[in-house]
T-cell receptor, first 116, second 113 residues
């Protein structure tokens, strides 16, 4: 079965410093992995996705993530945090292959706080 | 391009009352999803439609929840009767045929008192 574990429920950084949000996944098949962001009272927005192409994936707003199969990880990073990055971030896995149902399995979320 | 539209955005009802949520997906998206998001948690799938067919409703509590997508476009999710534990955000998402990328609406925040 597929699952994701977000290792930190809350991350606090200062504006202008790097961001690291950690995610480990479990999947019996080649996974597709995503990061979504959710700002208060707004819908979930796709940041980036990995679907078996390049292992280093670049997304919107300067975020990127690296798929590491040996570590079963898909950590999200950004070189320099901005105040507008404060939000809830979800790591998501879905199943690849002919039996794919498109079902997204969400992690518990990481709250990113950005201090001035 | 308009995004996924949901209404109402907020709903407060008393327990045992019925409630309905509406979703209009992105034009041309044949796959529609309803998710439940409890406070402090990630969304969980309730039901998935391919056109008008519910292809995965294994997580839908069928004793009180129902959903329909009669013409394969917009969809309605209903709870009858609502319970206190149903207080949550109900999210709708849509995707193009064969795509893993789901687009989410803003959600409906339900409070049951």
């Amino acid at each position: 079965a597929q699952s994701v574990t977000q290792l930190d429920s809350h991350v606090s950084v200062s504006e202008g410093t790097p961001v690291l949000l950690r995610c480990n996944y479990s999947s019996s098949y080649s996974p597709s992995l995503f990061w979504y962001v959710q700002h208060p009272n707004k819908g979930l927005q796709l940041l980036l996705k990995y679907t078996s192409a390049a292992t280093l994936v670049k997304g919107i707003n300067g975020f990127e993530a690296e798929f590491k199969k040996s570590e079963t990880s898909f950590h999200l990073t950004k070189p320099s945090a901005h105040m507008s990055d404060a939000a809830e971030y979800f790591c998501v896995v879905t199943l690849n292959g002919s039996s794919n149902t498109g079902k997204l399995i969400f992690g518990q979320g990481t709250t990113l706080q950005v201090k001035p | 391009e308009a995004g996924v539209v949901q209404s109402p955005r907020y709903k407060i009802i008393e327990k045992k009352q019925p409630v309905a949520f509406w979703c209009n997906p992105i034009s041309g998206h044949n796959t529609l999803y309803w998710y439940l998001q409890n406070l402090g948690q990630g969304p969980e799938l309730l039901i998935r439609y391919e056109n008008e067919e519910a292809v995965d409703d294994s997580q839908l509590p069928k004793d009180r929840f129902s959903a329909e997508r009669l013409k394969g476009v917009d969809s309605t999710l209903k709870i009858q009767p609502a319970e206190l534990g149903d207080s949550a955000v109900y999210l709708c998402a849509s995707a193009a045929r064969g795509s893993y990328e789901q687009y989410f609406g803003p959600g409906t925040r339900l409070t049951v008192t």
